[in-house]
């Protein structure tokens, strides 16, 4: 498609999304309102509307919709190209991400068997009605889930990672024989460090940064007091765009809530508090997802197509650990709704991607290779020398990156790297950090022996300052 065709697309997909919106709704009566004000003219209607909607807040509030569909919307592709190619292009990771499915739910189904409990049924009446008049009480008394176990852990997730070959590749034909030292086998389009300057450019050592104790330039204090200033305008300004460009140096603590909520455009409307696994409008998701969401069959109908439901509704099946994407943004809302509402676009922009089978490039399986392919440049004998002793960096790295960090760094440490995905709007930077790690402890991981000690100098984590590390690694490292 040529770049005109391809902008009328995005347009006509983005006003089509957007017509059937809450926002639209709201919009459209605010427009009908605002006629039966005086300095509203019959001669011009047009730009008399224009102007109100822009000086009563509208306009921003659809420019920072418009914004957010950009970077949730459907890849753009061949008007002829299949459903599943918009999912995921590579047909092998399709073929994978079906099987673990496959598998996933075959162990879902085993427990249920086992546990005697139906995936799905029709809930009584009283049930009904008694959960309704508790609704307000959820989570306070939970029922006895001792005997549920995790339907899978993400170390079984990784050995399906590992497995992955694409059959159409000859692997004779890499360049480099260092390309084969690492877990992840697979031919995917991975940025190195000199790309990643480019595109993190506000992360060099000569830009303030929120997270940064000192600086060469400017005394830290005068640059914070300037820096919060900046997004307190930011903030008022209620603009989405402006909001994601700071997050890239960081968020103060005081305005983080806000400028993530802004950034998501995460909107608090006063409706009920949905339960994340009972969501469905989290199913939205999986037109780019390149999973497909389970389904079970009420009243033990299996097969029947009128009786099939998605399950759980919002077609997301939890790990074990599953809860630390969520863990840390209550440091940040108290109020529960807000809370959920940021958590849920999080979950539908970034964190499925740690757990799904894909080629994008802040997909799990790009993010284990490029991590790999950074310590095999730029520090290759330490990545040899802990695959000789049999201590892949992969698999002690993974278990921070499938988290995001999360549970592994401070909180507030763990926040700044958030206000980096947040303003990057990817996931790469989480590699980044994983292969910083082994960079900043490289002098003793050099000493080990054994996976176990390896894992013994990695294992905590709480201590590290992330500003400091992903920039030292990716600006002072010789190339």
Not at 162 to 185: F, K, T, Y
Not at 225 to 250: C, F, H, L, P, T
Request: charged fraction near 20%; charge should be neutral; proline fraction near 5%.
């Amino acid at each position: 498609m040529d770049e005109g065709t391809e902008l009328s697309l995005t347009i006509a997909h983005i006003v089509q999304r957007l017509k059937g919106s809450h926002l639209h709704s709201q919009i459209e009566r605010q427009a009908k309102e605002c006629l039966h004000q005086p300095e509203i003219k019959l001669e011009s209607l047009r730009e008399d509307v224009r102007s109100f909607l822009k000086t009563s807040g509208w306009e921003r509030k659809l420019q920072n919709a418009v914004y957010r569909e950009l970077h949730i919307q459907l890849p753009l592709s061949h008007p002829t190209a299949p459903p599943e190619h918009l999912k995921e292009p590579l047909a092998y990771m399709r073929k994978a991400q079906a099987s673990w499915e496959k598998r996933v739910f075959k162990s879902l189904n085993s427990m249920s068997t086992e546990l005697g409990v139906p995936l799905a049924r029709m809930r009584p009446a009283v049930e009904q009605k008694e959960l309704t008049n508790k609704w307000n009480e959820m989570g306070t008394d939970e029922p006895d889930l001792s005997r549920f176990r995790p339907v899978y852990a993400p170390k079984d997730f990784l050995e399906v990672l590992i497995s992955l070959r694409n059959p159409n590749h000859d692997s004779s034909e890499d360049v480099s024989a260092r390309s084969h030292w690492g877990l992840i086998q697979v031919p995917l389009n991975v940025r190195d460090i000199p790309q990643l300057r480019q595109a993190y450019s506000e992360l060099n050592l000569t830009t303030g940064q929120l997270g940064i104790d000192d600086h060469a330039d400017i005394h830290p204090d005068l640059f914070e007091s300037e820096y919060v200033q900046i997004g307190k305008k930011v903030v008022v300004e209620q603009d989405s765009a402006a909001a994601q460009q700071y997050s890239r140096q960081g968020c103060s603590t005081g305005l983080r809530a806000d400028l993530w909520a802004l950034i998501l455009n995460s909107t608090n409307q006063s409706q009920v508090l949905l339960c994340f696994s009972r969501d469905t409008a989290v199913l939205e998701h999986f037109k780019y997802n390149s999973a497909t969401p389970p389904k079970s069959y009420i009243q033990g109908k299996v097969g029947d197509g009128d009786c099939a439901v998605v399950y759980p509704p919002n077609g997301v099946i939890p790990f074990h650990g599953f809860s630390m994407y969520v863990a840390p943004l209550c440091f940040l809302y108290n109020e529960p709704s807000k809370l959920y509402s940021v958590f849920r676009e999080m979950y539908i922009r970034y964190f499925f991607r740690l757990h799904s089978i894909s080629s994008s490039p802040s997909g799990i399986v790009s993010l284990c290779l490029q991590f790999e392919r950074l310590l095999q440049t730029h520090l290759p004998q330490l990545f040899y020398h802990l695959r000789q002793i049999g201590a892949q960096p992969l698999r002690i790295a993974y278990k921070w990156m499938v988290r995001a960090f999360s549970g592994y760094l401070s909180t507030d440490q763990l926040l700044l790297l958030w206000d980096r995905i947040l303003g990057y709007d990817s996931l790469e930077v989480v590699a980044v950090l994983a292969a910083a790690v082994f960079a900043f402890r490289a002098e003793n991981l050099m000493e080990v022996t054994s996976l176990a000690s390896a894992e013994a100098i990695l294992a905590d984590l709480s201590t590290l300052k992330v500003m400091p590390l992903i920039q030292i690694f990716l600006f002072a490292t010789a190339i």
